[in-house]
């Protein structure tokens, strides 16, 4: 006696597949002319190009809410139509093969015509144990699951006693990534949390349920996706929004190893810069010129030399308010102050020292951020527009206008991740500030706990206080420019403290009996970066830096100490 | 599907909303903690652990914050570990912790290895038999989250257990597991790894069918007194077998037995791999095979 929920559900499903089973209503061929809603269509089959028994296909947008869903039909053509522009997703579906996800750049209503090619799903390389999951244990993958048998002739088989006419289910052990559609069923149906499943009758209490993975063997290479206008504006966006994505990646990892702020040096930014602009110059379309000038920005913030007809172009096509400025990558690096710099890198300085301090340059950035934050919403967008621009503002000395931001930052995303550190390194009342005293410190010298370094112990030389950790590879990073500049100023008093926030000295002993060996003067504190020593100075995290005066005056912090600005800045000090 | 997107969703505006800007009050754990930098989280398999099915599941879900990266339970050469500290009823215990694969960052010749955004452990907890009502697990996750700078941090959470096997809990776990499944390390079979000393380094051979399918490989170790640090090296494939040959260094400690992740190489996005643990052939017995003897890889 099945129950009347089990029985309401098995009904649904034999309801619910031969509706879904017919083709989709095809709409018009998208008309000449621009579209009122964008239309995307085309075909999604097997790798072999055959039609799929079901295959859909899934349109969402970047906040993850589904936007259109359909069914390719029994050719496999598929219709979606709907009235959103700028970044979306397509995701391709189909029974017995593995998804494909395709990222999508409309900048305008579009005719989208592509054919897609699903490749099969990888199995697991030993198939040990499969199960069956389903309605009849709420499609749970623990040992509810029924197991199947291996035949001799390489299928698996079992029985279930169900108290239902049906059995709807899925198999577990099959794929590392999820369940799968069993391989023999009366009908397949597609649920939009589990994927696709399969459903089998009951004959006398009981389901027989077979698996045979030979039918689900073929290609299980990469989904080939081909665009029937291969050289059209979504074909040609698709293309963009890929090298974007890549060169992020590229950049990301470059920016944590090199001493400097150019991510990968010796890479030929120069050269990618002149092919953008290249194609920037033949693009006839908005919108792929639009995403090709986001790029090009891209490659300036990289240390591309860009020409400022190209910033004037960007400040001229895509305005602060603009959406292709939200684009995850564009955001997250604030390109959308870049054409303003590179205007100004082209026209009013050369060197970076001068184009800092230019005033006109500032008013300019600080119009173009004025606008952003005005018309954009977007939260990483926002952070990165007001971290960039307080940092600008306080190289050049405008400490009021800088704490204005910071204060911005404060209030408008108190718990963006990056608001924190700019809070510690810049907020008006923190401990270590340009120009005060050293607040008092008191650090046991390694391996010497009866030796202690003060500010007074310290006083009458230059000193940089190099907070740090073996454990933090952005203090690893600092290495070489910390040897070179001790080597090049110890002769003018010059001399660092580096103070460990490690778990135990010896840990600092074996890491300078390596590759870095930094011969200077060394503390110790107890607790890592809980430590009460630290807590006075702030100095939660690492690497942090001072530059101390004979005096006991802070001559620089952080940022001014990193990198290559150390050298800039011990230039500066000790000429 | 567009449920498990909305969790996500819901998840993004979760961690910008409720990521303490000052210092927390104490309170009782709960099965979510965060900072700005990461964000924690608890979910239970919702199944009641019974006699004949004395084990279930808990996934530990670390949210990293874009751009921030934190290290795997061996972090390389340099690196704060990922720790997890479970606090059990009496008579449970961790039977077995799977790890997503990291990857290798290099900075100035230090090799770490790292895990970013969204970072899966998922662990496998043996209940008494039979078990006694509902149990109460802690975590203590410590950790250190780098960028430009690095932190180190401490989470803790709770998690009630079982959890209510109703139908949102199990399409929430079902959804959770899949999103993890990609980004873990499949334990291999002891009849598919082989491992030898070979004087200055140790051979690992893989069965074809089972390890990443890539030319380069990259192992790494989960004991750094083995070896320190992973290294990107070429796949030498024979007999059905892919081997690799492991330099060690100088005055490495003899070791009985290698354990680590193998990941593919060198290319796009973040590679499966496949967790091993193999005793070491040693001696002068032992018939190193002539795939993984000293001499140019070809990778081919």
Not at chain 1, 85 to 112: C, D, I, N, Q
């Amino acid at each position: 006696m099945c129950s009347p929920v089990l029985r309401l559900g098995w009904l649904l499903v034999l309801t619910a597949v031969p509706l879904a089973a017919q083709p989709p209503a095809r709409a018009a061929h998208p008309a000449a002319g621009a579209p009122a809603i964008s239309v995307i269509h085309g075909t999604v089959t097997g790798r072999d190009g055959r039609p799929l028994p079901l295959a859909h296909v899934e349109l969402w947008g970047t906040d993850h809410q589904t936007v259109s869903t359909t069914r390719a039909d029994s050719a496999g053509a598929f219709v979606l139509a709907h009235d959103r522009t700028g970044p979306l997703w397509l995701e391709f579906r189909g029974l017995h093969h593995a998804r494909h996800r395709l990222p999508l750049y409309l900048s305008a209503p579009s005719a989208v015509a592509l054919d897609v090619r699903l490749a099969r799903p990888a199995l697991l390389d030993t198939l040990r144990a499969v199960r069956v999951t389903g309605d009849f244990n709420r499609f749970a993958r623990d040992s509810t699951a029924v197991p199947l048998a291996r035949q001799p002739d390489g299928s698996w088989a079992g029985e279930i006693a169900v108290g239902a006419p049906g059995l709807v289910y899925q198999l577990l052990g099959v794929l590392r990534s999820g369940p799968i559609a069993g391989t023999h069923a009366e009908r397949f149906a597609y649920h939009e949390e589990r994927g696709y499943v399969a459903a089998v009758r009951v004959h006398d209490g009981k389901a027989r349920i077979v698996f045979d993975p030979r039918r689900l063997a073929g290609d299980t290479g990469r989904a080939e996706v081909r665009f029937r206008d291969s050289t059209g504006r979504v074909a040609r966006s698709a293309a963009v929004l890929a090298a974007i994505a890549k060169r992020t990646t590229r950049m990301r990892e470059g920016f944590q190893g090199p001493a400097s702020d150019t991510p990968i040096p010796g890479h030929p930014w120069d050269a990618e810069a002149k092919a953008l602009q290249q194609r920037i110059d033949a693009e006839r379309d908005d919108g792929v010129r639009r995403l090709l000038l986001v790029e090009l920005m891209q490659v300036a913030r990289a240390g591309g030399r860009v020409g400022a007809r190209y910033g004037e172009q960007a400040q001229r096509e895509l305005p602060p308010g603009a959406p292709e400025w939200t684009l995850m990558d564009a955001a997250r690096l604030a390109l959308v102050l870049r054409p303003t710099f590179v205007v100004a890198r082209a026209t009013d300085a050369a060197d970076p020292p001068r184009f800092r301090t230019s005033a006109a340059l500032r008013e300019r950035v600080r119009a173009a951020a004025d606008a952003a934050l005005a018309a954009q919403r977007d939260e990483e967008l926002r952070v990165s527009v007001l971290g960039h621009l307080a940092i600008m503002l306080i190289d050049a000395g405008e400490r009021v206008p800088a704490d204005v931001y910071l204060a911005r930052l404060g209030a408008e995303h108190p718990d963006h991740p990056d608001t924190r550190i700019m809070q510690a390194m810049y907020s008006p009342g923190r401990a270590l500030q340009v120009g005060k005293p050293m607040p008092a410190f008191r650090f046991a010298a390694l391996g010497d706990s009866a030796r202690v370094f003060t500010p007074e112990t310290l006083k009458g030389q230059t000193y940089l206080l190099d907070f740090w950790a073996t454990w933090c590879a952005p203090c690893i990073a600092e290495m070489p420019v910390l040897h070179a500049a001790h080597a090049k100023y110890r002769a003018k008093g010059f001399e660092i403290l580096s103070v460990s926030a490690d778990e135990a000295p010896d840990e600092v002993r074996r890491f300078r009996a390596g590759r870095w060996a930094m011969p200077w003067q060394h503390a110790f504190v107890s607790g890592g970066l809980r430590s009460p020593e630290l807590r006075p100075l702030e100095v939660s995290f690492v690497p942090r830096a001072v530059l101390v005066d004979g005096t006991g005056t802070i001559l620089a912090v952080d940022d001014d100490l990193r990198r290559e600005k150390l050298e800039q800045t011990l230039a500066k000090v000790l000429p | 599907m567009r449920r498990a997107r909305r969790v996500v969703a819901a998840l993004v505006l979760v961690i910008a909303a409720a990521a303490p800007a000052r210092p927390a009050r104490a309170q009782a754990p709960s099965h979510t903690a965060g900072t700005p930098e990461l964000r924690a989280e608890l979910l239970a398999e919702p199944t009641t652990p019974s006699a004949a099915a004395p084990a279930t599941r808990v996934l530990l879900r670390l949210h990293v914050a874009p751009g921030w990266h934190v290290y795997w339970h061996q972090p390389g050469e340099t690196g704060l570990p990922t720790v997890v500290e479970w606090e059990l009823p009496v008579g449970w215990r961790v039977q077995d912790t799977r790890w997503p694969v990291p990857a290798r960052l290099a900075v100035e010749g230090v090799v770490a290895h790292v895990l970013r955004d969204e970072v899966p452990l998922l662990v496998s907890l043996r209940a008494p038999s039979p078990a006694r009502g509902p149990a109460l697990v802690r975590a203590t996750v410590r950790y250190g989250v780098c960028r430009e700078v690095c932190i180190p941090q401490r989470l803790q959470l709770a998690l009630r257990l079982p959890a209510a096997p109703t139908a949102s809990a199990a399409a929430e776990w079902r959804a959770a597991l899949a999103a993890a499944a990609p980004r873990l390390a499949a334990p291999l079979a002891s009849a598919d790894v082989r491992a030898f000393r070979d004087s200055d380094a140790l051979c690992v051979g893989v069965r074809d069918t089972r390890g990443p399918r890539s030319d380069s490989l990259v192992f790494f170790p989960a004991d750094a007194i083995v070896l320190p640090a992973a290294a990107v090296l070429p796949a030498r494939r024979r007999g059905g077998w892919t081997w690799l040959r492991l330099p060690l260094p100088a005055g490495a400690a003899p070791a009985a037995r290698l354990r680590g992740t193998l990941a593919g190489g060198a290319g796009g996005g973040a590679p499966a791999g496949v967790e091993l643990d193999v005793p070491v052939a040693a001696g002068v017995a032992v018939a190193v095979p002539d795939a993984c003897r000293s001499g140019p890889h070809t990778g081919a």
